[in-house]
């Protein structure tokens, strides 16, 4: 069952579209016209309140996407959209299409989310993976149902005893070990491999060379963070002294708020040295003296004017790994946020310092990080 809309609803559409453009910058770019036939009219007008307000770009993002999925799910699997406040019926079915059991699927054909269901979210292209979800993805897609639903002043059941023991039930029955990110971290050593595929000329090579030196440099940002980059973020600072007592360029970055930052906090990181050369040679090259600093390229080699998509960044990421000869499935863009962490700990850099650079709050969280083959090669596992 395809999600389409009526000839009647496409004034309704246009124009959900239009007002999702004016709030587009923490929307998914490649799923906005998706999003304008599945959210409704107060959907969208509730994204715009929370941009007005203030709140940050990934948790809106978040959001947004949740929000437009959990629609799409609705119409898939009742035939309407989704009803407020949702009765607890609707999220107990909720759980048992996204929770459940592979094994018992193999001999229960009726066992978990329906096929058609499946198959209508897959053609829309909100189902990407097989399987069941992760708990964790499920609990977030409820904690924002259960958010918007508050924000229309409603109450849900989404505290009811009833859903807590499904869910529990469930993760109970089918456990899942927690996999990293990206398995294996993007250190030093992989992070040059993957240089030295585009070190060439063209708009590409010094568009991704910029990308992969701003990303581990800056901390290991988040693909969300580096997609949504703007000229306007970037500071030029005054010139630090090498060993050699040479100037090298500095620019600082304003991060504004994010995942980790407070309400009103303006996260600020540095770059230094080569990466910032790598920054001005693609800005010069693309031409670019406002907005987006990333941005798509297409095959004629004129740059988009709009920002590449953060899953844009992973893209990039495999594509290097490829080309240099390593395993496309053992790294993801999240690998350099690990590798950054990773390879300070290789150069003997105190974690506080490397947390100031990353913006890790937690020192538990900034730990997991390391990978174990750092760990059982490190000094602390060698201390008799």
Known sequence: MDIIAPNSALDAIARRAETLDTIAAVLPIDRRDKLAQILTDQDVETLRHLVNE???????????????????????????????????????????????????????????????????????????????????????????????????GLDGAFASPALKSAIRLAVRAVPRTRRRKSAKAVTGDILARLLATCSGDGLRDIRDRAILMVAFASGGRRRSEVAGLRKEQ????????????????SVSIHLGRTKNSGASQDEVVYLTGPPVEALNAWLTAAK?????????????????????????????????????????????????????????????IPLPEAMEQSRHRSVQQASSYYNSATRQSGRAARLL
């Open 54 to 152: 203030g709140m940050g770009d990934n948790t809106l993002r978040a959001l947004t996407s949740d929000l437009g999925y959990l629609e799409a799910w609705a119409l898939a699997a009742t035939g309407g959209p989704l009803t407020w406040p949702a009765p607890e019926a609707l999220l107990l079915k909720f759980v048992a299409h996204h929770l459940w059991d592979p094994a018992r699927r193999e001999t229960d054909p009726e066992h978990g989310m329906p096929t058609d269901v499946e198959q209508a979210l897959r053609t829309g292209g909100f189902l990407r993976t097989s399987g069941p979800h992760a708990p964790d993805t499920v609990r977030r897609r409820l904690a924002n149902w259960s958010t918007l639903t508050k924000w229309r």
């Open 288 to 348: 670019i003296d406002s907005g987006s600093v990333f941005r798509a390229i297409d095959r004629w080699g004129h740059v988009s004017r709009r920002a590449l998509d953060p899953k844009a960044i992973n893209d990039i990421v495999k594509q290097r790994v490829k080309m240099a000869g390593l395993e496309v499935g053992e790294f993801s863009a999240h690998g350099l946020r690990s590798g950054y962490l990773t390879e300070a700990a290789n150069r003997g």
């Open 234 to 249: 970037l500071t030029v600072e005054s010139p630090v002294k090498a060993e050699d007592g040479s100037p090298l360029p």
